[in-house]
């Protein structure tokens, strides 16, 4: 037997997730100054991070030889307090992928099934399969959740059911009636995972309180993060809520000090910096409007989103995704995801949206 052969199959065979094309990379690859570069791949907040997050880093900066608090107290009583239910709910995370990772190891048994939509976040069915999780993907509908399909595609072995709202890659929205209405009808025994990474860029026309829902059925977990309109992305710190009975089994398995002093100073600064959060909102509502705009004017098609990025057809997505990096454009090309001819955009800001329009210009001629 080979060294590999000692990890189970379900190992081997794992794809790992690849992410957005760093700026130093390109410049490498390319040969281009680093400081022409723009990246609008992974869904950063443009405006950087929160001022009252990099003032409370540097505040904690001098304690650093010492161990963070495991439990995350001052974290989650902010938390608590802005969500309304007690400490036990959440769970804490190197990232929101961290706790949808830890609820796969509480709740999927290896042979039991995950349901997840087509066109769904990569980490879902990479998670599902590296327990030994057989995954179920529902065939999409418009690029969106087909939520029936779901419901009907939950077996006697489900565990889990993920969702993503907004949903990336696609920017796709789940209406609140549909979303409650969804929850009513699964059985108490599957775990419902909603993923709210891009809840904070909804218009207050579609924003629902999935909180309350947590208090109501005992089977969901919230999933969020500080990684986008917060901007804490290279922090890693996300955040799991659910019933105190689900969090505490999530905690089981949580590694000790998952979450560093310096991710928890800054995400507990971020959570009261309204303004920037604020701000953040209006440049991504200007920046998506920008972007459409400009994809029109193109005549190329794209898929109405509800979160920090645009996906958008071009035909042959490896060339054009080419020719954007050769002009110091860094996108996200969605070939992984069964959508060769597509990219994803990241809003930017003004400047950085009007280049990219330009670039694209250039690219689309070959």
Known sequence: ????????????????????????????????????????????????????ARHAMHAVLDDLARYPDGNGFALKETLSRKHGLGVGHFVLGNGSNDVLELAVRAFLPAGSSAVYSQYSFAVYPLATQSVGGRGIEVPARAYAHDLAAMADAVAEDTHIVFLANPNNPTGSFIPAWLLESFLEQIRRDVIVILDEAYSEYLPPELRYDSMAWVKRFPNLIVTRTFSKIYGLA??????????????????????????????????EAALGDEAFIQKSYETNRAGLAQITRGLGELNLVHLPSAGNFVTFRVGDGAGVNRRLLKQGVIVRPIASYGMPEWLRVTIGQTEENARFLEALAIALKG
């Not at 081997?12 to 997730?17: A, F, K, V």
């Not at 490498?28 to 990246?39: H, P, S, T, V």
């Not at 950063?44 to 929160?50: A, I, K, T, V």
Request: net charge neutral; aromatic share 4%; hydrophobic share 45%.
């Open 234 to 267: 290279g922090l890693r710190i996300g955040y799991a809520v659910a019933d105190a009975k689900v969090a505490e089994l999530i905690n089981r398995v949580r590694s000790p000090f998952n979450a560093n002093s310096v991710a928890l100073a800054a995400a």
């Open 1 to 52: 037997m080979s060294i590999e052969q000692i990890a189970p199959e379900y190992i081997r065979s794992i794809s790992p997730y690849v992410p957005g094309k760093p700026i130093a990379e390109l410049a490498r690859e390319m040969g281009l100054d680093e400081a022409q570069i723009i990246k609008l791949a992974s869904n950063e907040n443009p405006l950087g991070m929160s001022p009252k």
